[in-house]
T-cell receptor
């Protein structure tokens, strides 16, 4: 059963430190999404890529967050410097277009981030 | 006003009950409608996926979309304790594109 893989699953670090989260999309999926989930805001889209090119990063704080896709099997989300308000669960999802229709997004199990 | 409204619950029902979960939305351009189930400390898992209006059935689950009313529903028949989770509705202009999620409804099915 194909799955989106995220690492690490948990991360605890101190304010000001750099945080890197990684995502391996489902093989063959060419669209990758980064979401953040908090109790207050729910699931929010941060950024997404299609064929490795950034399409929309309007949900991401540009001064400290960056997202890249170095190759088709790896997407990264970095926070530098991290702040306590960045504490959340970060999800990666991938999807694909097949024929006349679109395939819906499938999610990984997330990275639970705590910034002290 | 949020683009997608969903009652956060919690909703508590006895085993075997029929559960009805609902979302309303404001953007009439949404074409794709999804229901995800999320267990504690796990990622959202796709349950149902429909395009435009109509009904779709998969086992104990039925998804309905009423575009004229901007209202979608998920029905769970013969609910089981294993159905206890948070149910998130989501919608997009295209399944390939960014999803707008509801807040999620917490469901508890007790034996």
């Amino acid at each position: 059963d194909a799955r989106v893989t995220q690492t690490p699953r948990h991360k605890v670090t101190e304010m000001g430190q750099e945080v890197t989260m990684r995502c391996q999309p489902i093989l063959g999926h060419n669209t990758v999404f980064w979401y953040r989930q908090t109790m207050m805001q729910g699931l929010e889209l941060l950024a997404y890529f299609r064929n490795r090119a950034p399409l929309d990063d309007s949900g991401m704080p540009k001064d400290r967050f960056s997202a890249e896709m170095p190759d088709a099997t790896l997407a990264t989300l970095k926070i530098q410097p991290s702040e306590p308000r960045d504490s959340a669960v970060y999800f990666c999802a991938s999807g694909a277009r097949t024929g006349p229709g679109d395939q819906p997004q499938h999610f990984g199990d997330g990275t639970r981030l705590s910034i002290l | 006003q949020k683009e997608v409204e969903q009652d956060p619950g919690p909703l508590s029902v006895p085993e075997g009950a029929i559960v009805s979960l609902n979302c309303t939305y404001s953007n009439s351009a949404f074409q794709y409608f999804m229901w995800y189930r999320q267990y504690s400390r796990k990622g959202p898992e796709l349950l149902m996926y429909t395009y435009s209006s109509g009904n779709k059935e998969d086992g104990r689950f039925t998804a309905q979309v009423d575009k004229s009313s901007k209202y979608i529903s998920l029905f769970i028949r013969d609910s089981q304790p294993s159905d206890s989770a948070t149910y998130l509705c989501a919608m997009s202009l295209g399944g390939y594109n960014k999803l707008i999620f509801g807040a999620g409804t917490r469901l508890a099915v007790h034996p």
